[in-house]
């Protein structure tokens, strides 16, 4: 027989050493500042990876909440955890209808394809069809029709709500961004379409000729500033904490962590926070991270492990076990700082931030 589970082993999961605060306001200030300056075009919300990895039931009531109708994914599996907080026809697949199933499950729940590829648009048509939206590719090489595929039958049988594309490089002052927004413009007259959409969040801010109908920010709704001109309108989103969950005082010649790449000059007090590689806090910082605590700053010592790191806490004698720091986490610095993409501090952010 089966050992039924006891009491003890069902009693709840003590407060977590690691926690990440959502400030909602910031994410509803965000969105409609987007779409403020996204002028008499609709911003939408990429809501897909989670939210950026910040959670779906956390930011998508907020951003529905704001104001926000129409919302995109990249898998199909993504779709129910949203659709429990806004009409599933309000929700976009980027990857599109690959396979047959894909077409099936579409139909049934009601979410919206975005066609790439005229495999895709026959895939669509033969499940029965219905409105979807198209990708055309105008030079990002990545997802999309090519513009001269679009005179093909199986793409002017489509019913098309909104007609896209996307920018490669709008985040960089580049000639590619008019290259591309000349040839949306002219695919956009080779097709039917109710909409049109170009801009992610950098695209946003390239000004009124980039955002058509309905704009797509994605990064910038969670604090992220891909470009200078955002950065007066965008507030952090995303603040992690993680808590000293030991101290001791170590001794000059005595190193810290994995490979012993740090060792102290002086005797110093440190502090061991429940925070590594495996929460997010990747290798990246090793040798420029740190922490704060009202104005201080606490820098890493040593390499990140998987489940910790260790701070310095010679300035704060007064910090111990069970306080909490703050890991900074500004987009733009810390991707300065670690060399990572502030789309990637975002998506990267572990599942132990969020437990059960
Ligand atoms: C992810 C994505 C977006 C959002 O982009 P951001 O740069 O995060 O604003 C918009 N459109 C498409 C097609 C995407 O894949």
């Known amino acids: 027989m089966a050992r039924q589970p006891t009491s003890r082993m069902m009693s709840k999961a003590p407060q977590p050493t690691l926690r990440l605060t959502i400030d909602r306001d910031a994410l509803t200030h965000n969105w409609r500042a987007l779409d403020q300056l996204s002028g008499p075009a609709e911003a939408g919300a990429a809501v897909k990876a989670q939210c950026y990895g910040l959670g779906i039931d956390e930011c998508v009531p907020a951003l529905r909440d704001a104001g926000a109708k129409q919302f995109y994914v990249a898998h199909w599996s993504e779709v129910a955890a949203v659709a429990k907080h806004v009409p599933t026809s309000s929700i976009s697949v980027f990857h599109g209808p690959v396979t047959a199933q894909d077409a099936d499950y579409a139909r049934q729940i009601g979410a919206v394809p975005v066609i790439n590829s005229l495999h895709q648009a026959k895939v669509w048509t033969d499940g029965g069809g219905g409105p979807c939206d198209v990708m055309i590719d105008t030079g990002i090489n990545r997802l ?53 959409s170009l801009a992610n969040s950098a695209g946003i801010a390239l000004g009124p000729d980039y955002a058509f109908d309905l704009t797509r920010p994605g990064l910038s709704l969670y604090g992220g500033t891909p470009r200078p001109e955002l950065e007066q309108h965008i507030k952090q989103v995303a603040f992690p904490q993680a808590a000293i969950i030991q101290t001791r005082q170590i001794e000059a010649g005595q190193s810290v962590g994995y490979n012993a790449t740090f060792t102290a000059e002086k005797s110093m007090r ?79 952010l572990g599942t132990r931030f969020k437990p059960a």
């Not at 709500?161 to 490669?168: E, G, I, P, Y």
């Not at 998987?306 to 987009?331: A, F, I």
Request: charged share 15%.
């Open 270 to 348: 440190v502090g061991v926070l429940s925070l590594g590689y495996a929460d997010g806090y990747l290798r990246a910082w090793n040798g420029k991270g740190g922490f704060s605590h009202g104005e201080s700053h606490l820098p890493l010592l040593g390499k990140v492990s998987m489940d910790m790191v260790v701070v310095d806490l010679n300035q704060r004698p007064d910090l111990g076990e069970g306080d909490w720091l703050d890991v900074p986490y500004m987009l733009h610095n810390a991707a300065q700082q670690s060399g990572l993409s502030q789309y990637e501090l975002l998506t990267i």
């Open 144 to 196: 999309g029709l090519a513009p001269q595929e679009l005179s093909d039958d199986a793409v002017q049988a489509l019913n098309i709500a909104t007609l896209m594309s996307h920018l490669a490089c709008a985040d960089e002052d580049r000639a590619m961004n008019a290259r591309q927004l000349n040839a949306f413009n002219a695919a956009a007259n080779q097709v039917q379409h109710k909409r049109l």
